[in-house]
């Protein structure tokens, strides 16, 4: 058996491709992508994108990525295809060296739309699956060690690892039973923050951790375990990216504007870090799945750490100037209430 070439590769991903020219007619399109279109891949080449997907608007922005020659995303398109239905995607376009396009079509849940306001897309799930079995390679490993070293730092060490692969294990678990269904209950953020410093800690080449808290914060509601993991994305991202020192702030901020609705009042937790800042050219997709500013990174926690947000009605926002990022989370404190 022959390993399999780029092009065997391209047909076997589970992510929707297709290739366009610069007549907007596709030139190669993936079984994955022919089957949420519900055409088949050699019927649509010839065709135009935009009128397989049924979205006329898709015609314009196609030609403007082919103009600028940048990448561009797109966020929860609706678009018709056979039999009369409806697909929610993430586009992704990235433009290529010889003239034409490559688009990228990860379809989101409908059930998701309507039960959480915010759908976990399918790249996510994809990865909570793929994520895993190597966790409970990690388990095993550090359950291990704890029962062979004799040095109480290192046993507690070992349980921390076990605990926080039990704890991601649970949040795989949930993206894929519940589909992004959050565990709602009461949320101290001050405790939150002071067991994420606890984890920063104990990491390699540590950040140095400051606090500027509202000490009159009251309770929130949320899923505690997905709150922290977007907590650890920020600070991983922060240390990731040659910060020294974060800052954890608290804040009521009045009158916040959260997605289509403005609320009375929003908890906001700021992680500050002094880095070098966020590059230009990734600051208006970086919360797209698979983009990621190091060669080595996976580009998934930044938009799963927005989903999360989305998913608790709230969201996740950064400002970002060498020196000084700040990645802000926001939760509608109307929750609290309801």
């Not at 058996?1 to 596709?26: C, E, K, N, S, Y």
């Not at 507690?156 to 894929?176: P, T």
Request: glycine content about 10%.
């Amino acid at each position: 058996m022959h390993a399999p070439d780029q092009a065997d590769l391209l047909t076997l991903l589970g992510t929707g491709l297709a290739v366009v020219d610069a007549d907007l007619r596709v030139n190669w399109l993936n079984p994955a992508l022919g089957e949420v279109l519900d055409v088949g891949p050699r019927t649509a080449v010839g065709q135009p994108l935009h009128a397989l997907m049924r979205e006329a608007s898709l015609a314009a922005q196609l030609e403007r990525c082919l103009l600028e020659r940048r990448p561009f995303n797109l966020r929860g398109v609706v678009f018709g295809v056979a039999r009369g239905r409806e697909i929610t995607a993430d586009l992704s376009m990235q433009p290529l060296d010889d003239g034409r396009l490559l688009v990228e079509v990860h379809p989101l849940a409908p059930e998701l739309s309507a039960a959480a306001g915010t759908p976990l897309s399918a790249t996510l799930r994809g990865f909570a699956h793929e994520v895993k079995n190597p966790l409970a390679g990690l388990r095993g490993a550090a359950q291990l060690l704890e029962r062979r070293v004799g040095d109480n730092d290192l046993r507690q060490l070992a349980g921390m690892v076990i605990a926080e692969a039990d704890r991601l294990a649970a949040l795989a678990d949930g993206l894929l039973r519940h589909r992004g269904a959050a565990r709602l209950g009461p949320v101290n953020v001050h405790e939150l923050l002071e067991r994420l410093e606890g984890l920063v800690g104990a990491e390699a080449d540590a950040l140095r951790v400051r606090h500027d808290y509202d000490p009159s914060l009251p309770d929130s509601v949320g899923d505690t375990d997905r709150l922290l993991q977007v907590l650890l994305n920020l600070t991983r991202n922060a240390s990731e990216a040659s910060a020294t020192t974060i800052t954890l702030r608290t804040r009521v901020e009045h009158g916040a504007r959260l997605g289509e609705r403005t609320v009375r009042a929003a908890l906001r937790i700021d992680v500050i870090d002094d880095g070098p800042g966020v590059p230009d050219e990734l600051r208006d997709s970086l919360f797209q799945p698979l983009v990621s500013g190091r060669p080595d990174g996976t580009g998934l926690g930044l938009a799963l750490s927005r989903e999360i947000a989305l998913e608790h009605g709230g969201d996740l926002r950064f400002t970002s100037r060498p020196g000084e990022t700040v990645f802000s989370l926001y939760l509608p404190m109307e929750r609290h209430h309801e």
